[in-house]
C-alpha cells in the first residue's frame, strides 16, 4: 500500500479490482464504509458478485483476466475526456519527457523482443536526456513523442467496443466508472483502487497494478491522503515476509539478490545504484550501497571487511537469466533435479498451481521437512489420493511449528505498519517458534561443518548468528534490533559543517534512521527499511500504541511505526502544488510553511519544486523523481498491453497478434498441458479464498470454520446450469486438460454469462481451500488440480484467476 | 433496572463475515456440527441449539432487476413482551436488568414450550442436555461491562450496542440516511425487542423474518384466558356445588330395603 | 351389611374408573405445578420441576392406556344417548336445577354422566394428544404445536370442572352413589331413585344381582 487501512476512509471513490475486500480483508472493508458513509463512491468489478460487491454501490461484472483493456478503456477515457490533473501529470510524472525514437511498439510487440527467449532487451525503452544527463522535457505535453502521446497513441486502440467486446462488460458499465472514477482527476477529489490477488494471479499480474499506476498518476491520485495504490495483503504477514525478502529474487529492503556474473561488490553497487545528475531529483537510491554492505555487516557481523567485500562473495548468486520460484522449483523436482525441500508453513501440495505435477514432484524427493501448525497434504502426500507408499522413498519430517499468536514478533499490515505482537499463548506439545526452529537445525549444520566440513564453509561458519536468549532459545527481540540496524563503532557524524555542530553515536546503539546507514561498514542494518523501528536508546516504535491524530486524518503517528520512517502516505509530497500549498486544502496530509514540511513525514525535508534551487520532484525513489507513466522497468513492455491468459476462450487475441504475454514463459512437461479456446473445456475458471478459510486450508482443522463452509463448491451461474441441467447442491465434475476434481455446484444469480467477441462466455469460480486430507468427505480435493504453472514474468505470481474448464454431473 | 440495552444491528453494514457466528460460539463454548454444502454460502442451515447466531444469505433481484445479496445476522430478539418467558413453566427465561432475555440453566426443564411460542423461531432443543438454548446478549459479559461476544468481533460496525434511546436514535438516523425502503425493525412491536435492525428493504423481503411479529394469539388465549380460567371455572364449579348443596339439597335415595324387584312400568 | 343391595360395577370397572381418576388427578395437580407458578412448588416435592414434567408425561400416558379401557368399557352404556327421555331428561336438566314435576326416568347412566364420558373421552382424548405433540414437537408446523397448546389447555379447563361436578355428585351431591366405586354394591333405593329405568331393565332381563342372594339366573319372559 502507498497509503494506509485507515486512510480508505478519505477517498472520494473507491474502485475495488482485483480484490473481494470484503471476503478477504474484513477490517479493510470497514474503513471503505466510512468512505461510503461520506458520500464515496464504491466500486467494484469483478468476475463475481460477491460480499464485497454486495456492500458496494454497484458491481460490474468482468471476464477474469481482462482488467488491462477495462482500465487501458479507463486511459484512453481519461486523456479523451481531459480528467486529467493536468499540473501534476506536467510536473510530477515523466508524462513530458521524451521517449527515445527507437522505441517502437507493433501489433502487441515492443521493440527489442527475442521471440526464442521470449524476453525483451530493454536498450530501446528509454526516454531523452540532455548533455548534462537531464531528461528533456516538453511541458505542453504536444510533442508526438513525449510519454503522454505516446500514451494516447498507445491506448487510441482501447475504444468502448473494443473493450466491451474484450472484456464482456457492457459500454453502459464501461462509460460509468469511467466517468465516476475520472472525477478524481478533480484536483480536491481523491479515488483510490483496492486490490489483491485479483490482478497479482495473472500473467499479466503485475500490468494490471501498472496500468493502475498510470490512471492514479494521470489523475493526481499518488501521494494524497484517499489515493493510492493499495494491495490488500493478506493475514499471514505477507507484506512483512516480502519487506523481509521471502521471494527468491530480492535481499530484505528489496534489495537486489546478485546473479553469477554480478561476482564483486564494487559491480554489483555499480549495477543497482541509481544515478541521477537532475539537480532537482533527490535519487533516494543514490544510497543503495549503504544499505548494501550495511546489510552484508549484519550478516556476517565482524567477519564483513572492507578488504573481503564485506563478504559479499559469500552471498548465494542466481545462475544468470535463470529463475527459481515456486513453480520453477517443483517443476526441478519433477524433473527429479531437486532432493530435498522446506516446506515452511506451506502446503504446496494444495496451494501451487498443477498440483498433479507438483506431487509427483514431491515423490522424486530424498527428503522433505515441513514445518507448520498441522498436518497437510503436502507432508502427508506420500499417502495421498492415487499415491501407492509403498512406492514413496521420500523421507518426510514434519515439524510441529508455533501458531503465530504463540510467539511474540513483529506483524507488518498492508500500509506498512509494523506492529509489535506479543505471545498469547504457549504452543503446545512440542511445537516451536519458526525461530527457533531455524535456530536449531542451523545450530546443528554449523557444528557438523565445524566438525567434517563440507561445500562452501565460509557462508556456514561466518555467519553471524548470535540471536539466542540467556537459555538459549530464540531471541526475537535481538533479532529486530539487528534488522533495525546499530553502530558498530563509535560515530562522529557533522550535522553542520558550518557551525561546527557534530552528533555523537555510541557502539552498540540501534541506528533510529536509514539516513544514518554508512556504506564503509561503521554500520549494520538487517533491512533498511526497517531502520528507525527503534530509537537510538533501543526503544522498540513497533510497540506503540498512541491513539492521537493531531491532522484528524487517521495518521496515527503513535501508533506503532511504518516504514520508511513511520510516514504513514509514501510520496506525500505529491499532495501539494509546486509551492507547497495542498491540492485539497480539506485534508491537509502536508504543507510547507516556508521554512519546513507539517503534517505526515514527508518524504523528505526539500523544499517544493517551486523553489527550482533546493526544491525536489516528489517521487524520489525514482532516478528522475517522476512518476512513471512510461515504465520501462517492466518485464513485458513500458506501457500495459492487454494479452488474453494462457487458457482463454478465445483462439486470438482481438487486440493484437500476440494471445499471450509475450514475456511469459511456459513450462514444457508432460504434464504441463495447455488448452485454449478447447471446446472440451468451454468455461472460465477463477479461484480464491473463502472468508472462513486461509489459504491452503489450516482452517479445515476447525470445527466452526468447517461447519460454516464445509466442504469445496463450484459457483455456477443460473444460466450455465440451465444449460447443464444441474441443479443448486448437486455434486459436479470439474475439469481442465491437467486434472478433474470433484465438489458441490453453488448455483448462483451471482455469476453471469459474458459476451465476448460475440459468443457468450461462462465463467465459473472455485475456492482454493480445500484438500484430500480433510475433511475427508466425497474425496473433494484441491481445486490446484486444474492450474496451470504459469505465472507473471516479472513476479512468477501464478495465473490462478483465469484458465478453462470443463464442468458435468458427478 | 439497570440501563435497557439495544444492540443494533445494522444489515446495510453488513458484510456476512460471519465472525459473529463463530465468536459466539467460541465464547459460549458452542460446538461446531457437521454440516454439508447445500449450495448456499449459508451454514449450518438454521439456527439449532449449538448456533446461537448466524447469517443467512439471500440472493434477490430488486424491481429494477438488480442483483442484490441480502445477509442478515438472525438470534434472538430479546422482546420486552417476550412470548418464550410468558410460556416458561418455570421461570428458567427471565429478563434481566438489561432488558435482554436470559436462561436460568438450571431451571430449564426442556418442556419445550418456548420452541413454538417464540415469532421468530430462536429458542431450540439440546437433546444431550435435555435443555433449551439460546443467545443470553452475553449476560455474563454485560454484567462484567464488556461487549456481547458478537458485537466484539463485528469489523465493520454493523453491530453496536448502547442504551436504548441512544440506540433507536443512532438506528433512525440511519435509516434516514440510507432512504428508499429502509426501516428499522423492532421497536413497535412486542413491546420493543432489545435487538433492534436496520433493514435497508422492506421487512417481507427478508427471508425467515416476520412481518408483523405478535405474540402469538394462542398464547394470549392459553396464558391470559385459559390459564386464569381454569381456576375460575373450577372455583365457579365448586361454589355452584355449595349452592346446589344449600338450596336443592343432596339427591337422596328413597328408603327402600326390599330385595324383589320393582315393577314393570 | 351388604345384604339386599345391589351390584352396580364389576371389580374391573372399578379398577378402569379408579385409574382414570387417580391419574387424572394427578394430571391435574402435575400439571397446574407447571401451568401456575405460584404452585411450583408441587415440583419441588417431587424432587424438581423436570422431575414433575416427566411424571406428567409419563402419568399422561398411564392415563392414556386406562382412559382407552373406560372408554372400551363404557361406550355402549355411557356414550349412546338414548330418546327421547335423555333430551327430556337434558331438558328438565334431570331435576338437579330447578323444580320439576316429572324427570325422565333414566337408565345406568343419566345423560349428565353421559355427558361427563363424553367430556371425559373427549377432552382427554385431546389432552393425550395435544400432550404427545407438545411432548414430540418433532416435525409439527409451529401453528399446529401453538393450537396443542391451546387445546390442552382448554381440556384442563373441561376436565378440571368437570371433575368438581363429579366429585360434588358422588359425594354430597348425591349420597349413596360413592359405594359404586368403592364395593360395587348401591342400595336399591339409590337405584330406584337415580336409575329407575336401570332397574326395572334389570329386573325384566335378569341380571339384578343382589347381594345375598341366588343369581335370578332365569330371564323372566
Known amino acids: 500500500m502507498t497509503n494506509h487501512y485507515i486512510d480508505l476512509k478519505n477517498s472520494d471513490c473507491i474502485l475495488i479490482m482485483g480484490s473481494n475486500a470484503a471476503e478477504n480483508h474484513p477490517i479493510a472493508f470497514k474503513w471503505i464504509l466510512r468512505a461510503k458513509d461520506r458520500g464515496a463512491k464504491i466500486i467494484h468489478v469483478d468476475p463475481r458478485f460477491t460480499r464485497t460487491s454486495a456492500r458496494c454501490d454497484y458491481h460490474v461484472p468482468l471476464r477474469s483476466g481482462t482488467d488491462i483493456a477495462f482500465l487501458g478503456g479507463m486511459i484512453k477515457h481519461i486523456i ?56 528533456v522535457r516538453d511541458y505542453t505535453l504536444e510533442d508526438p513523442r513525449c510519454v503522454y502521446q505516446m500514451l494516447k497513441k498507445h491506448y487510441k486502440r482501447y475504444t468502448l467496443e473494443k473493450v466491451s467486446s474484450i472484456t464482456g462488460v457492457s459500454k453502459n458499465n464501461l462509460l460509468k466508472v469511467y466517468n465516476e472514477y475520472g472525477a478524481t482527476g478533480a484536483k480536491d477529489k481523491a479515488g483510490t483502487e483496492c486490490y489483491a490477488l485479483g490482478w497479482t494471479h495473472h500473467t499479466v499480474g503485475s500490468q494490471n497494478i501498472r496500468a493502475m499506476a498510470i490512471i492514479q498518476l494521470l489523475l493526481g491520485n499518488m501521494g494524497i491522503c484517499g489515493g493510492g495504490i493499495n494491495a490488500l495483503r493478506g493475514e499471514p504477514n505477507v507484506q512483512g515476509s516480502t519487506d ?57 557481523g565482524a567477519k564483513a571487511t572492507p578488504e573481503n567485500e564485506f563478504g559479499y562473495s559469500w552471498l548465494p548468486k542466481l545462475d544468470d537469466g535463470k529463475d527459481y520460484s515456486i513453480m520453477h522449483a517443483t517443476d526441478q523436482m519433477y524433473a527429479g533435479k531437486m532432493k530435498g525441500f522446506f516446506a515452511y508453513g506451506s502446503n504446496i501440495a494444495v496451494s501451487s498451481p498443477n498440483s498433479t505435477k507438483v506431487r509427483k514432484g514431491l515423490e522424486k524427493l530424498k527428503w522433505m521437512v515441513n514445518v507448520n501448525i498441522f498436518d497437510n497434504e503436502t507432508s502427508s502426500f506420500w499417502k495421498g489420493p492415487g499415491v501407492d507408499p509403498k512406492t514413496i522413498d521420500t523421507e518426510v519430517f514434519l515439524l510441529p511449528a508455533a501458531a503465530s499468536m504463540e510467539k511474540e514478533g513483529s506483524q507488518s499490515n498492508s500500509g506498512r505498519w509494523v506492529q509489535w505482537r506479543y505471545k498469547a499463548a504457549n504452543p503446545p506439545g512440542d511445537a516451536l517458534s519458526d525461530g527457533d526452529i531455524t535456530m536449531r537445525i542451523m545450530d546443528t549444520v554449523r557444528e557438523l561443518y565445524q566438525k567434517e566440513g563440507g561445500a562452501f564453509p565460509e557462508q556456514i561458519l561466518n555467519l553471524k548468528w548470535d540471536y539466542k536468549d540467556a537459555l538459549g532459545n530464540f531471541d526475537v527481540a ?333 | 433496572m439497570k440501563q435497557e440495552l439495544i444492540k443494533l444491528i445494522d444489515l446495510s453494514r453488513c458484510t456476512a463475515c460471519r465472525g459473529c457466528q463463530i465468536a459466539c460460539k467460541q465464547w459460549n463454548e458452542l460446538p461446531a456440527r457437521q454440516t454439508e454444502n447445500f ?32 445477509f442478515r445476522k438472525d438470534g434472538c430478539m430479546h422482546c420486552s413482551d417476550a412470548a418464550c418467558i410468558k410460556v416458561c413453566p418455570t421461570e428458567a427465561l427471565y429478563h434481566t436488568e438489561f432488558g435482554s432475555v436470559s436462561m436460568h440453566e438450571h431451571k430449564c426443564i426442556g418442556c419445550k414450550a418456548c420452541i413454538p411460542a417464540c415469532p421468530f423461531g430462536v429458542p431450540k432443543f439440546n437433546a444431550a442436555t435435555n435443555k433449551i438454548s439460546k443467545c443470553d446478549l452475553c449476560y455474563t459479559r454485560l454484567q462484567a461491562n464488556q461487549l456481547p461476544a458478537c458485537v466484539l468481533s463485528c469489523p465493520t460496525g454493523a453491530l453496536t450496542i448502547g442504551e436504548k434511546d441512544v440506540m433507536l436514535k443512532k438506528a433512525y438516523k440511519r435509516v434516514k440516511e440510507l432512504g428508499g425502503d429502509a426501516s428499522v425493525y423492532g421497536d413497535k412491536f412486542l413491546d420493543g425487542t432489545h435487538v433492534v435492525y436496520v433493514l435497508p428493504e422492506k421487512p417481507e423481503v427478508y427471508d425467515n423474518l416476520p412481518t408483523d411479529p405478535k405474540m402469538p394469539l394462542t398464547i394470549i388465549v392459553w396464558k391470559d384466558v385459559l390459564k386464569p380460567a381454569g381456576l375460575l371455572v373450577a372455583g365457579s364449579v365448586v361454589a355452584g356445588a355449595f349452592l346446589h348443596y344449600i338450596t336443592h339439597g343432596p339427591k337422596t335415595p328413597e328408603e327402600e330395603t326390599t330385595s324383589e324387584g320393582g315393577k314393570l312400568s | 351389611m351388604k345384604t339386599g343391595m345391589i351390584k352396580a360395577t364389576g371389580p374391573f370397572e372399578r379398577v378402569v374408573h379408579w385409574c382414570v381418576a387417580l391419574s387424572c388427578l394427578f394430571l391435574c395437580i402435575t400439571g397446574m405445578g407447571m401451568m401456575y407458578h405460584s404452585l411450583n412448588f408441587v415440583g419441588t416435592l417431587v424432587g424438581g420441576m423436570e422431575n414433575l414434567k416427566n411424571l406428567h408425561n409419563y402419568g399422561g400416558i398411564f392415563f392414556a392406556v386406562s382412559l382407552l379401557f373406560a372408554i372400551i368399557i363404557w361406550w355402549k352404556e355411557a356414550g349412546i344417548f338414548s330418546f327421547p327421555e335423555d333430551l327430556q331428561w337434558i331438558l328438565a336438566a334431570g331435576g338437579y336445577l330447578w323444580k320439576v314435576e316429572k324427570v325422565p326416568e333414566v337408565g345406568k347412566y343419566n345423560p349428565g354422566q353421559k355427558m361427563f364420558f363424553w367430556a371425559v373421552s373427549l377432552f382427554g382424548t385431546i389432552m393425550v394428544v395435544s400432550g404427545l405433540i407438545i411432548w414430540f414437537p418433532t416435525g409439527y408446523a409451529m401453528a399446529t404445536l401453538r393450537l396443542m397448546y391451546v387445546l390442552h389447555a382448554l381440556g384442563f379447563v373441561v376436565i378440571f370442572a368437570f371433575f368438581f361436578v363429579h366429585l360434588y355428585l358422588v359425594t354430597i351431591g348425591a349420597p349413596g352413589s360413592a359405594p359404586a366405586m368403592f364395593t360395587g354394591w348401591v342400595t336399591r333405593g339409590w337405584v330406584k331413585t337415580q336409575h329407575p329405568k336401570w332397574l326395572k331393565e334389570m329386573e325384566k332381563d335378569g341380571t339384578l344381582i343382589v347381594y345375598g342372594q341366588k343369581k335370578s339366573a332365569e330371564k323372566k319372559v
Not at chain 1, 252 to 271: A, C, H, I, Q, W
Not at chain 1, 746 to 757: G, N
Not at chain 1, 763 to 781: A, E, T
Open chain 1, 80 to 135: 479523451d475526456n481531459n480528467l486529467i490533473q493536468e499540473e501534476y501529470v506536467k510536473y510530477y510524472t515523466n508524462a513530458s519527457q521524451i521517449v527515445s525514437p527507437d522505441y517502437d511498439f507493433q501489433d502487441g510487440l515492443f521493440s527489442g523482443y527475442d521471440a526464442e527467449k521470449r524476453k525483451y532487451a530493454k536498450n530501446t525503452w528509454t526516454t531523452e536526456k540532455d548533455a548534462a544527463g537531464i531528461p
Open chain 1, 244 to 300: 523481509h525478502a521471502i521471494l527468491y529474487n530480492i535481499l530484505p529492503g528489496y534489495l537486489k539478490m546478485p546473479s553469477g556474473p554480478v561476482d564483486t561488490l564494487s559491480k554489483y553497487l555499480e549495477k543497482y545504484t541509481s544515478k541521477s545528475t537532475d539537480p532537482q531529483s533527490a535519487n533516494w537510491y543514490q544510497n543503495y550501497p549503504k544499505y548494501a554492505v550495511s546489510f552484508l555487516k549484519a550478516v556476517w
Open chain 1, 478 to 810: 535481538k533479532v529486530s534490533k539487528m534488522i533495525n540496524g546499530h553502530y558498530n563503532q563509535d560515530l562522529t557524524v557533522i550535522t553542520d559543517p558550518i557551525k561546527g555542530t557534530t552528533e555523537e553515536n555510541k557502539k552498540g546503539e540501534t541506528v533510529p534512521s536509514f539516513a544514518k546507514l554508512t556504506a564503509d561498514g561503521s554500520t549494520s542494518c538487517g533491512n533498511w527499511l526497517m531502520s528507525g523501528s527503534f530509537d537510538q536508546k533501543g526503544v522498540n516504535k513497533m510497540m506503540n500504541r498512541g491513539k492521537e491524530d493531531p491532522t484528524g486524518l487517521g495518521l496515527y503517528p503513535d501508533w506503532s511505526f511504518a516504514w520508511p520512517l513511520n510516514r504513514r502516505i509514501i510520496y506525500n509530497r505529491a499532495s501539494c502544488d509546486l509551492e507547497g500549498k495542498p491540492y485539497n486544502p480539506k485534508m491537509k496530509l502536508l504543507e510547507w510553511t516556508g521554512e519546513k514540511w507539517v503534517g505526515d513525514v514527508p518524504d523528505g525535508p526539500w523544499p517544493p519544486m517551486a523553489n527550482t534551487e533546493k526544491g525536489k520532484y516528489p517521487f524520489i525513489m525514482k532516478a528522475d523523481g517522476v512518476g512513471s507513466l512510461f515504465g520501462p522497468g517492466m518485464a513485458e513492455g513500458p506501457f500495459p498491453e492487454h494479452y488474453e491468459p494462457l487458457e482463454g476462450p478465445l483462439a486470438t487475441n482481438p487486440m493484437s497478434a500476440q494471445r499471450i504475454n509475450p514475456a511469459v514463459k511456459v513450462f514444457t512437461s508432460d504434464l504441463d498441458k495447455v488448452a485454449n479456446a478447447d471446446q472440451k473445456f468451454p468455461y472460465v475458471c477463477t479461484t480464491y479464498s473463502c472468508t472462513e478459510h486461509w489459504c491452503s486450508g489450516f482452517t479445515r482443522w476447525q470445527p466452526w470454520l468447517l461447519e460454516a463452509m464445509p466442504e469445496a463448491y463450484v459457483e455456477i451461474s443460473d444460466k450455465l446450469a440451465t444449460q447443464l441441467g444441474l441443479k443448486n447442491g448437486e455434486r459436479v465434475r470439474v475439469s481442465s486438460v491437467r486434472g478433474e476434481v470433484t465438489c458441490v455446484a453453488m448455483v448462483t444469480k451471482r455469476m453471469t454469462p459474458f459476451e465476448v467477441e460475440g459468443k457468450v462466455v461462462h465463467q465459473v469460480g472455485m475456492p482454493c481451500n480445500y484438500g484430500w486430507l480433510n475433511p475427508v468427505k466425497n474425496d473433494d480435493d484441491s481445486v490446484n488440480h486444474l492450474t496451470p504453472a504459469v505465472g507473471c514474468p516479472n513476479t512468477f505470481c501464478p495465473e490462478y484467476k483465469a484458465f478453462m474448464v470443463n464442468v458435468s454431473k458427478a
Open chain 2, 39 to 70: 449450495g448456499s454460502y449459508q451454514n449450518p442451515p438454521d439456527l439449532q441449539w449449538n448456533t446461537w447466531t448466524m447469517i443467512r444469505f439471500q440472493e434477490r433481484e430488486d424491481q429494477n432487476g438488480i442483483l442484490q445479496w441480502l
